[in-house]
């Protein structure tokens, strides 16, 4: 597809209408018509930061598996806007970047976690799986239903699956703090955190969590009691 050469300004004139009419469509279809969304990503390191801001929230409607490695890089720009933007831009990535046929049986999983139907979400996450095996936030969600169910291995496993397929995963890489929060290995519970971290450094539950565990495992001298994770 031929692309015309990129500028923030021209860029600007196309994205603002779309975005504040929050027509997602339109976006895509005006932004896309001119660039690639990859074509995007060197905007991520405009000087204006409302220029960088506008590309975040651009790339999670219209981005694609390409462009999260500049949204993860995004995650660490000083305009914490842009962080926010960059990280709700990856989550809007990874629940669509499953193929077409695992959408159904992922949606309904996301409903019945909302439901709090663990097992079901689980048996429905394990579909979408089995039709697209590389399906990250599949395993991410049946992550969250197993954690739900005290199931803290199985929730381990899933995350670990999750960062095989999309390093990037900060959410999957704290599920891997939670579990091992929950099983009393503290020393395995902060190496988590700390990579969810370095990862998404604007995350406070988390950099509550590592303090709270610091303080714990400075005062436990080698308890392995349970300990109850935050979850947000």
Same mark, same amino acid.
């Given at each position: 597809?031929p ?6 300004q021209?860029?600007?004139h196309?994205? %603002?209408p779309?975005i ?13 018509? +001119?660039?690639?969304?990859k074509e995007?990503?060197?905007l991520?390191?405009h ?5 960088r =801001?506008?590309v975040?929230?651009?790339?999670? %409607?219209?981005g694609d598996?390409?462009v999260v490695?500049c949204l993860?890089?995004a995650?660490h720009?000083?305009?914490?806007q842009v962080?926010?933007?960059a990280e ?7 629940? =669509? %970047?499953g ?7 992922? =949606? ?5 976690l909302a439901? *709090?139907?663990?097992?079901q979400?689980?048996?429905?996450f394990q579909d979408?799986i ?17 954690f739900?169910l005290? *199931?803290?291995?199985?929730s381990?496993?899933?995350?670990q &699956?999750?960062i *095989?397929?999309?390093p990037h ?6 599920g891997?703090?939670?579990g091992y929060t929950q099983?009393?290995r503290l020393? +395995?519970?902060l190496?988590?955190?700390r990579a969810?971290l370095?990862?998404?450094p +604007?995350m406070?539950a988390?950099? =509550?969590?590592?303090?709270?565990? *610091?303080? &714990?495992?400075?005062s ?10 935050s979850q947000?």
């Amino acid at each position: 597809m031929p692309t015309q050469p990129l500028d923030a300004q021209e860029f600007l004139h196309v994205a %603002l209408p779309a975005i504040r009419t929050g027509d997602a469509d339109q976006l895509a279809a005006a932004v896309t018509s +001119r660039w690639r969304p990859k074509e995007l990503c060197p905007l991520l390191a405009h000087p204006e930061a409302d220029v960088r =801001r506008v590309v975040a929230i651009t790339l999670g %409607l219209v981005g694609d598996r390409p462009v999260v490695a500049c949204l993860a890089h995004a995650l660490h720009d000083p305009d914490e806007q842009v962080n926010h933007m960059a990280e709700h831009g990856l989550w809007s990535i990874w629940f =669509r %970047l499953g193929s077409p046929q695992a959408a159904g049986p992922f =949606r309904q999983g996301v409903a019945q976690l909302a439901q *709090e139907a663990y097992d079901q979400a689980i048996a429905s996450f394990q579909d979408a799986i089995a039709i697209d095996p590389d399906f990250a936030e599949a395993h991410n969600q049946c992550a969250i239903a197993h954690f739900f169910l005290y *199931e803290w291995e199985p929730s381990i496993l899933c995350c670990q &699956r999750t960062i *095989e397929l999309m390093p990037h995963h900060f959410g999957a890489m704290a599920g891997i703090g939670h579990g091992y929060t929950q099983m009393g290995r503290l020393d +395995r519970a902060l190496e988590s955190y700390r990579a969810a971290l370095r990862i998404n450094p +604007r995350m406070p539950a988390i950099a =509550r969590m590592i303090t709270r565990l *610091e303080e &714990r495992a400075h005062s436990a001298n080698g308890s392995s009691g349970v300990f109850i994770a935050s979850q947000s």
